[in-house]
């Protein structure tokens, strides 16, 4: 059984990746605050490096291995951004990379994947079908695996986030956070319920992919056999028994929005506040 991480984890993941992600904006939002009645802001990991906050996870998890099994090499499976990470984390330690990407994962997130180096393997109509096949090759070749969410150090990283949030805004009330298979938020939550546990945690997932929220409801692992939603990022059809016993414990609430509420707040971020971001990055605003 994997061990949860600590907030002394995640503090030690802040010195370790220090070097090579940036401490990104927490910007207000005139407009969704008026909208809302309620002052509202965006932390804007679409300015991180790669693009997103998951390459605070898996440059973490890296640097965390043995030199032993750097040198083995690295293989992971996503949709694009725990991809990137590894492939980014994997290039400035010059560590064999194998990414294992579904079928349908945008063209341009292939790319960016091989401009780091990592060699991709396209295999499913979904992430968790190339999380199989990732540990089948990483079986067969003898490649350390770095989960996108079922790995402490993972989540640690991510939870560097919330360290962030609460220095930028020590007096906020709640944070609302996307849901896949879980790692961002449960890395969020455990350090929010320790420095901060009045703050609400709040997590947000795609209707027609809400593993996590059927999980919880139901007190033990549910599964969404053919996830199906436009937010490619959070379209996860299990949660692992880490994430899911770390949200029992940290997550205040759980909802869902649907595909078309998810556009909507992709289109509304464009339109009003001039900033770009996916669906998995919308669902938030969605919720609100």
Known sequence: MLTRPTIDDVRAAVERIRQHVYVTPLEHSAHFSRLLGNRIYHKLENLQMTGSFKVRGALNAILSLTD????????????GNHAQGVAYGAEITNT???????????????????????????????????????????????LCMVHAFDNPTVIAGQGTIALEIIEQIPDLDAIVVPIGGGGLISGI??????????????????????????????GDIRTV??????????????????TTGICRDVVDQVVTVDDD???????MMVET????????????LAAL
């Open 96 to 142: 064999r990379a194998v990414i294992v990407m579904p079928m349908a994962t945008p063209l341009v997130k292939l790319e960016a994947v091989k401009r780091h180096g990592a060699e991709v393997v396209r295999h499913g109509e979904n992430y968790d079908e190339a999380c199989a096949r990732a540990y089948e090759i990483a079986e067969e070749r003898g």
């Open 225 to 242: 056999e053919r996830p199906v939603t436009i937010a490619d990022g959070i379209r996860v059809g299990r949660p692992s028994d880490l």
């Open 261 to 267: 509420e998810i556009a909507n707040a992709v289109l």
């Open 189 to 218: 939550g455990l350090v929010v319920k320790e420095l901060a546990p009045r703050v609400q945690v709040i997590g947000v997932q795609a209707a027609g992919s809400a593993a996590m929220a059927r999980s919880l409801a139901a």
């Open 68 to 79: 032993e099994q750097r040198a083995s090499g690295v293989i992971a499976a996503s949709a």
């Open 273 to 284: 506040d001039k900033s770009v971001v996916e669906g998995a990055g919308a669902t938030p």
